[in-house]
């Protein structure tokens, strides 16, 4: 577990918001502040938060499909930031993503075949009979059958869509897979079969995975380190037993605790988080979590908490652990 | 749950060869069910068999003059009647439709090819690009389409060639920003960000991702502009900026028989019904191929 795969240090991705009739910049939205973190190879990081909160700006900050304002990333020793537009292009092949609506994120004009062969085409991977083996290999391997590949996105189910996401992810052998929301927007008998098939494929292949979800359940069940992000910071970044079990930020707490648990008789004790989520734009001084928090002190206002590892392995960003 | 997974979506009992519809041919059934459209395609069909075997169906030589049979009423050896320089009319409309649908189908092709390239180019970049590009449309939209069209001609000088050309320049904003917007629109689809993950070229993503999906716009607008260019191409000639005499265009034989419009009435009427219905033909078939490539827009 300590061979290190990807590094992120202080990403940063603020969105100008302009007005007026010259389009002057007026404000930032702080999609994203000073996130860090690192991946490990062989493993999945789970990555939660409410919407907008910048997870899934960051899973597309680790691509380069959106540039960062600021901060580095570094994926097996290669800073992605500084790559030109070529060398971004190779790194695509080890560094892939699938997306959250299975719908939307494949061509309806293209047969699977066409879908799955791009990638490999892109890259100039195999010859044609190569390639086309590869696809069927591969429709196997997600679980569909190599008679789909003449099929067009439209005829398939919304769980079988995803699979043909996951295939396309895997076509070039990548050694990172971010998958920003892979499995809410299918039916949730659906997400068991997806979430085992992406069990599956991570031990047959020896993939890592940036795992972002809103869905807590879900994260403890595929990821082995989870982060919580909270108005585009980490909040809190621990193994997933720890987290789950002894969570230390409030507002990790408070988010746990409005998982619902399937026994009539639970008496729930929930933490009821007061008032709305800031707006970005305007971030609260300090602490970002201070206008929620049941424990806000007076440093929360004006200082803000840095992450930092209170436990083996647990980081926090609260000046309660300081 | 796991032995879920493993197991294939559809049983693998399905025949290698199976039936598949692409969203083409599921567009193509829904055509093939709008009589309307068939019957507007059937027109354009039909005009454009005129147009190829012209040489065959016509009696006379569009050209031949025959003074002594100057403005003759229709008649069984002059279906259509003669003109006022004895030349057989229905000669001449059958040999008017190669005309139309030349200068129809070309121009269009013209601003098609010009029109889709200065959008895709505004719509994907962006920016000054896309400023500068759409300025231009926007100026040129601000004149009205036919004294734009003559303007050119003007400088261009006289000619069916030149008229084409004209047609083509200022049919060129409207498909430039119909594409421009269906390229806004599709860009920000998740399977283009889905091919930039993959590491595709830009130019890979245009032409093989974001064009296809733009072309069922282009299809019905670029035949429903077949129409509107037919009838600028026949008002240029009528204007005597088209075709010259002695060519048989629609639009010059109309203006040629404007002088014996009481005298003579179907020196007028016949090539003014074949202008009529090749653009009522293609204008019911742009309306079928909308409502086919495009269902929920259909009310």
């Known amino acids: 577990m300590s061979d290190l795969l990807l590094e992120v240090k202080g ?68 800073e992605v930031t500084a790559l030109s537009k070529t060398e971004l292009r190779r790194l695509r092949r080890d560094m892939q993503m699938i997306f959250q609506d299975p719908f939307a994120s494949l061509n ?23 390639r086309k083996r590869r696809v069927r290999e ?11 590949a003449k099929r067009y996105p439209h005829q398939f189910s919304g769980g079988q869509r995803q699979r043909i996401g996951i295939a396309r992810a895997l076509m070039t052998n990548p050694k990172l897979i971010i998958a920003d929301e892979p499995v809410s927007a299918l039916d949730v008998s659906i997400q068991a079969q997806v979430l085992n098939l992406l069990e599956d494929l991570q031990k047959q ?37 720890s987290l789950y079990e002894a969570p230390k930020h409030p507002y990790t707490k408070a988010l746990l605790s409005a998982v619902p648990i399937p026994d009539p008789d639970h008496k729930a004790e929930r933490q009821l988080l007061s008032g709305d989520l800031p707006s970005p734009a305007n971030p609260p001084q300090g602490c970002a979590f201070h206008t929620r928090c049941s424990a806000c002190m007076d440093i929360c206002r004006a200082q803000r908490p840095a992450l930092k590892e209170v436990a083996t392995g647990h980081y926090v960003a609260c000046h309660l652990y300081e | ?83 006022d320089f004895g030349r057989d009319i229905f000669s001449r409309v059958i040999y008017g439709a190669r005309i139309s649908l030349w200068v129809g189908f070309f121009s269009v092709l013209g601003s098609i090819v010009v029109g889709s390239l200065l ?11 896309d400023g500068v590009i759409s300025r ?129 009435p179907w020196t007028m009427i016949f090539p003014g019904l074949a202008i009529m219905l090749t653009v009522l033909g293609f204008n019911l078939m742009g309306d079928g191929l909308r409502d086919a490539l495009d269902p929920r827009m259909k009310s």
């Open chain 1, 11 to 78: 990403l940063k991705k603020y969105f100008p918001i302009t007005g007026g009739i010259f389009g002057k910049q007026i404000g930032m939205v702080k999609a994203v502040d000073d996130v860090t973190f690192t991946v490990y190879r062989g493993e999945t990081l789970g990555i939660v938060g409410e919407s907008g909160c910048g997870k899934s700006t960051t899973g597309r900050m680790l691509m380069r499909l959106i540039e960062p304002t600021d901060g580095s990333i570094t994926f097996e020793g290669k």
């Open chain 1, 108 to 130: 309806p004009r293209h047969t699977v075949e066409k879908i799955l062969e791009e990638p490999l085409i892109v890259h100039g991977i195999g010859s044609k009979e190569e």
């Open chain 1, 138 to 148: 591969m429709l196997e391997v997600v679980g569909l059958g190599s008679y789909h």
């Open chain 1, 205 to 241: 292949f020896g993939l890592t995975y940036i795992f972002i979800a809103h869905d807590l359940g879900v994260v403890r069940h595929i990821s082995d380190r989870v982060g919580v992000m909270y108005l585009g910071r980490m909040v809190e970044l621990a193994d997933s037993e």
């Open chain 2, 1 to 83: 749950m796991a032995e879920l997974a493993r197991t294939p979506a559809t049983p693998p009992t399905a025949i290698e060869e199976e039936r598949t519809v692409s969203l083409w041919g599921e567009a193509w059934q829904r055509f093939r069910k709008n009589k309307i459209a068939l019957v507007g395609t059937g027109i354009v069909l039909f005009f454009i068999m005129i147009a190829i075997l012209a040489p065959w169906l016509a009696p006379y030589d569009y050209k031949e003059q025959q003074l002594a049979e100057r403005l003759q009423p229709p008649s069984s050896e002059h279906w259509f009647g003669t003109d």
């Open chain 2, 119 to 129: 959008g895709i180019i505004a719509g994907y970049y962006g920016r000054w690009i």
């Open chain 2, 136 to 264: 231009l449309f926007d100026i040129m939209l601000a004149f009205p389409s036919i004294l734009l069209a003559i303007g050119i001609v003007a400088v261009l000088g006289p000619s069916l060639q030149n008229a084409l050309i004209a047609i083509a320049v200022i049919n060129v904003p409207n498909f430039g920003r119909l594409i421009r917007s269906r390229v806004l629109s599709i860009k920000q689809e998740e399977y283009i960000m889905a091919a930039k993950a993959i590491g595709m070229s830009d130019w890979r993503i245009l032409f093989h991702h974001i064009l296809p999906n733009s072309l069922a716009p282009i299809i019905v607008q670029g035949t429903l502009a077949i129409a509107t260019a037919i009838i600028e191409a026949a008002a240029l000639g009528f204007l005597g900026l088209g075709a010259q005499p002695p060519n048989p265009e629609w639009g010059k034989m109309l203006s040629d028989a404007k002088d014996f419009l009481t005298q003579a």
